[in-house]
């Protein structure tokens, strides 16, 4: 007798949305249900195990990060037994919407998620926002925030003019301040580079007792691509999950960007930017001892031949 297809494992790539959004339905009938908030949002539950991940997904990010075209939250259902609420836009809202402040509104009063022993938010950038300002319908929750803006009311982040076209959004009604509903949460991680200076400053904006700040020098604009890409999301929200997340933890984790060139670029690139000359060829050096790298075993041979043309020595 031939097994039953395993309602996870979708292959939703070059779906149209009606398509895309009927395959979420049949998984969510089949383990839990897929409800649509208004116009522009759906929610998808998946249960399974007693830890709850609370994603904040968009499906343009999607489309343009997951191998088989599903919410990244459905990854932890698949290889930890995790459950899922996925929340997803058709863009960029920032969840700004009262269908979906209803929605977690009626997951509070009916008890939602006192079913999980512990429960998990994320998201990045406009869908880290969101993480963190939903994590106060489940008090006691976790928070894992990529990139997050903590409000586009231009009162208070008027300096920030990349959402200039979404100051229109309401900020200062409910689930709106995102920093201010961290105050329920057990604690939350913000990830972002300090060297991009808006993420930095909206990061500033997210100072609480229960929040630790994660620096990603050097990885730029564009986290949760390298998360994914070094295999890092997984690892870094069960350590959130079992409470073992510390600066420690994610020092170790954060060590296999040693080997990622995209990181390794940058680097090279801040270092000459600043006329570091010597630790650039130190960087080189490095790289090259350790990697088929050759861009950098090309601009190791020229710092090397500039230093014996000047005659100077290697420190900076």
């Known amino acids: 007798m031939q097994d039953a297809p395993d309602p996870l494992a979708l292959e939703l790539v070059g779906l149209s949305r009606a398509d895309w959004l009927r395959a979420l339905q049949d998984l969510g009938e089949a383990r839990g249900f897929l409800e649509p908030l208004g116009a522009a949002h759906h929610a998808l539950f998946v249960e399974d195990g007693d830890t709850l991940v609370v994603t904040f997904e968009s499906l343009p990010a999607i489309q343009a990060l997951s191998e088989d075209g599903a919410p990244v939250g459905l990854e932890f259902v698949r290889e930890l037994g995790w459950s899922q609420l996925a929340v997803i836009s058709d863009r960029d809202t920032w969840f700004r919407d009262p269908d979906v402040y209803k929605f977690f509104d009626q997951l509070n009063d009916d008890g939602f998620f006192d079913d999980f022993e512990q429960v998990v938010f994320f998201g990045a950038g406009p869908c880290g926002y969101a993480a963190a300002a939903y994590s106060v319908a489940c008090p006691g929750a976790r928070v894992v925030a990529v990139q997050p803006q903590a ?64 620096r990603l020098p050097f990885m730029g604009s564009a986290l949760l691509s390298d998360l994914l890409e070094l295999d890092l999301l997984l690892p870094l ?80």
């Open 237 to 316: 929200l069960t350590s959130a999950a079992e409470g073992s997340l510390d600066v420690l933890t994610f020092s170790g984790l954060m060590r296999v960007r040693r080997d990622h060139p995209p990181y390794l670029r940058k680097l090279l690139a801040r270092l000459e930017s600043d006329g570091r000359s010597g630790l650039s060829e130190m960087l080189c050096e490095n790289v090259v001892a350790r990697m088929q790298a050759p861009r950098f075993r090309r601009k190791l041979e020229a710092l090397r031949a500039a230093r014996k043309a000047t005659g100077s020595g290697t420190s900076d």
């Open 151 to 214: 409000t586009l009311d231009p009162r208070l982040a008027g300096w920030d003019e990349r959402f200039a076209d979404k100051r229109r959004l309401c900020f200062t009604d409910r689930y709106g301040y995102a920093p201010e509903m961290l105050d329920a949460a057990d604690h939350a991680f913000i990830l972002y580079d300090p060297h991009e200076p808006l993420d930095a400053m909206h990061a500033a904006l997210f100072h609480r007792s229960n929040v630790t700040r994660f």
